[in-house]
């Protein structure tokens, strides 16, 4: 049933034989089928590219190799609560469903699909994607904000950030940052340097819109979607 997936109540016994031989048969197809997950990665950088200014986004890419706060934006999404498939282990969570639901199992069998994930190439582009989309919209978001509190902003961008639940209150607040130099403008984009920021119910607010517009841009799969 569709809402026992959701709600994570389909395993009623997690040591049963039926379960444990059905998770042997799908681990088994996942090595045989899935060789080439990675390039259904692809399409995220399109949806980066698409929903961001090109400019400041590749301003940033060509200047993450060399200089430590734009890694500092690129890693946000960490600080945010996404991207952290390499440190679980748990990349394969984007396209198969865990019968075992245990995000903590360490066996012989977790970490070798660990390996294999990582080997085609799904858990390391799915994790540069992710640092684009944190570069771009942590970007965005400052950007669209302070138009926003300096009454500048189009209906476009205003649509963006009321649909991630911010409001005039907190543009105003991140503009302040940026007045306050606690935001940099580092020649055309912003560097968001959310560990300096004093006023942790902004910075919780900040990583609760970076949070969702990387979820909506780097698609991982749900309960309800995957096999």
């Given at each position: 049933h569709s809402y026992d997936r959701v709600a994570g109540i389909v395993i009623q016994n997690p040591e049963a034989l039926s379960l444990r031989t059905a998770q042997v048969m799908k681990d088994l197809a996942t090595l045989n089928y899935l060789g080439s997950?990675?390039?259904?990665?692809?399409?995220?950088?399109?949806?980066?590219?698409?929903?961001?200014?090109?400019a400041p986004l590749f301003k940033q890419i060509i200047r993450v190799l060399d200089n430590e706060k734009v890694r500092m934006n690129a890693m946000e999404a960490r600080a945010a609560g996404e991207m952290l498939e390499i440190?679980?282990?748990?990349?394969?969570?984007?396209?198969?469903?865990?019968?075992?639901?245990?995000?903590?199992?360490?066996?012989?069998?977790?970490?070798?699909?660990?390996?294999?994930?990582?080997?085609?190439?799904?858990?390391?582009?799915?994790?540069?994607?992710?640092?684009?989309?944190?570069?771009?919209?942590?970007?965005?978001?400052?950007?669209?904000?302070?138009?926003?509190?300096?009454?500048?902003?189009?209906?476009?961008?205003?649509?963006?950030?009321?649909?991630?639940?911010?409001?005039?209150?907190d543009a105003k607040k991140i503009d302040q940052l940026v007045k306050d130099n606690v935001i940099e403008n580092s020649n055309g984009f912003y560097l968001a340097n959310t560990k300096a920021w004093k006023d942790e119910n902004t910075a919780r607010m900040f990583r609760r819109t970076l949070n969702a517009t990387v979820k909506n841009t780097v698609l991982m799969g749900s309960p309800a979607d995957k096999p």
């Open positions: 997950a990675g390039f259904s990665t692809l399409p995220d950088a399109a949806v980066v590219i698409m929903q961001n200014e090109m440190l679980k282990g748990d990349v394969h969570l984007r396209l198969m469903e865990d019968m075992l639901n245990n995000p903590f199992q360490n066996t012989f069998v977790s970490k070798a699909k660990n390996a294999y994930f990582q080997l085609n190439l799904l858990g390391p582009m799915t994790r540069t994607f992710k640092m684009m989309s944190s570069m771009a919209h942590s970007h965005t978001i400052i950007d669209y904000s302070v138009k926003m509190a300096q009454k500048r902003a189009n209906k476009l961008e205003l649509e963006y950030l009321s649909r991630y639940g911010m409001d005039l209150d």
